[in-house]
């Protein structure tokens, strides 16, 4: 029987994550390279669903426009998991969060290629989110609280590589069909808890759909050499919101530099909320760019951006495909064209060249007519030389 290959990630049985009880968050390496930007734009439905027969959590209908984005990759929310209880745990703690959300996330490219978010949640009244109140309420007519509320920033996010959660359960943690898998794994976020009120968790844990039942457990408890090896913190996560703070009354002109298609990079562009352009003075935003008016007594010289726009890629495009037809359709044309001219050349030109053998056969038999022996020849000479010296 074929073994797992430990680098692959967790298995099943180690999978949620329980850290070794030696170990705290500050002994993993920590990736200050890596990016987490998260964006919830708009409320969902907040509906609660059964996503399946299996019973594998509380569906939750979420806004699709939510996304996480790391390290410039994109990846768009499409399953919402609520478990009664938590699936993670703390390091040094000996029992799991008191609830917990898990995000899944795919590529905008590859629907393949998957990441998952897990907030854990805690029972704390003093500070208890208003969205768990919204969704305990079931209330579809009000929805105003979004995800980025209850997305801890400027905190150390743990990333390990793990397997997926769902078809999986406290009856039934390693039935799942990816648990046989010996290739498959999953990348996990786990960020800082966030805040419930003991009414709201009780409200959400009585709620008597099928799938409303304990998440999985992990089995056994992996090596410090393993943790190591296969988890480690990012150094915080970002919030992308759709609102933004106002600094005054927005102008009525705005400068043309930041009405362009701009190419950001996420890695050194975006600080928090702000995005700062290229080129430009070191501390001024887009924002600070879109609320300035432009000076009326001197035009605005053309700024180039920099890179190859895709209007650029679209031109270099259209000229390359321009002249390859160009060239195609001056073959075609010349082709016919002399071939309309010089219809019948070559047949003429092969009928006189094979001609040309039996036109010399036929002078050299004239020559040769004239002169068959040496006698005759000498006779020839003879008359010649006579008749000159009768002239003379």
């Known amino acids: 029987m074929a073994l797992r290959d430990p680098a692959t990630g967790l298995s099943c049985a180690e999978t949620p994550f329980y850290p070794p009880k030696l170990i705290k968050k500050s002994d993993l390496a920590v990736c200050t390279s890596c990016t987490l930007l998260f964006s919830s734009p708009s409320t969902g439905p907040k509906n609660y669903t059964v996503r399946n027969s299996f019973g594998d959590g509380l569906g939750i209908q979420e806004s699709a426009l939510a996304t996480l984005t790391y390290n410039g990759a994109s990846y768009a929310l499409y399953d919402t998991v ?21 995000l899944y996330f795919r590529s905008t490219h590859d629907i393949k290629n998957q990441v998952a978010m897990a907030i854990p949640i ?51 943690p390693v039935s799942a069909a990816q648990c046989s898998d010996l290739r498959a794994n999953l990348t996990w976020f786990i960020i800082a808890p966030t805040y419930i009120s003991s009414a709201d968790a009780g409200r959400i844990r009585s709620v008597t759909l099928p799938n409303n039942v304990d998440p999985p457990a992990a089995s056994t408890v992996i090596t410090l050499e393993r943790a190591r090896m296969l988890c480690m913190t990012i150094p915080t996560m970002s919030i992308q919101s759709a609102t933004t703070t106002g600094g005054g009354k927005k102008k009525d002109v705005y400068l043309t530099r930041a009405l362009q298609c701009q190419r950001i990079d996420p890695n050194t562009d975006v600080k928090g909320d702000a995005v700062y352009l290229k080129d430009s003075d070191k501390d001024k935003t887009l924002a600070d760019e879109l609320d300035g008016i432009a000076s009326l007594e001197k035009s605005l010289d053309a700024v180039a951006t920099p890179g190859i726009r895709p ?11 321009g002249i390859a037809f160009a060239i195609i359709a ?27 053998p039996d036109i010399t056969k036929a002078k050299m038999k004239e020559c040769t007519s004239f002169v068959q022996t ?17 002239k003379t």
């Not at 609520?82 to 040094?92: E, N, S």
């Not at 650029?312 to 495909?321: F, P, Q, R, S």
């Open 82 to 102: 609520l478990w009664k209880r938590g699936a993670h745990r703390d390091f040094g703690k000996d029992v799991n969060y008191d609830l917990e959300m898990n």
């Open 311 to 321: 209007r650029d890629m679209e031109n270099m495009l259209a000229t390359c495909i």
């Open 330 to 356: 001056f073959c075609f044309i010349a082709y016919y064209m002399l071939g309309s001219i010089y219809k019948g050349y070559i047949p003429t030109v092969l009928k006189e060249l094979a001609t040309i």
């Open 374 to 390: 040496d006698a005759a020849k000498e006779a020839v000479e003879a008359a010649l030389s006579a008749k000159l010296g009768a």
């Open 122 to 172: 805690t029972i704390d009244n003093s500070k208890a989110s208003p969205y768990f109140t919204e969704l305990a309420n079931q209330n579809s007519g009000i929805r105003t609280v979004t995800l980025e509320s209850i997305v801890a920033t400027q905190q150390p996010v743990l990333m390990y590589k793990g397997m997926d959660l769902r078809l999986r359960n406290a009856a039934n």
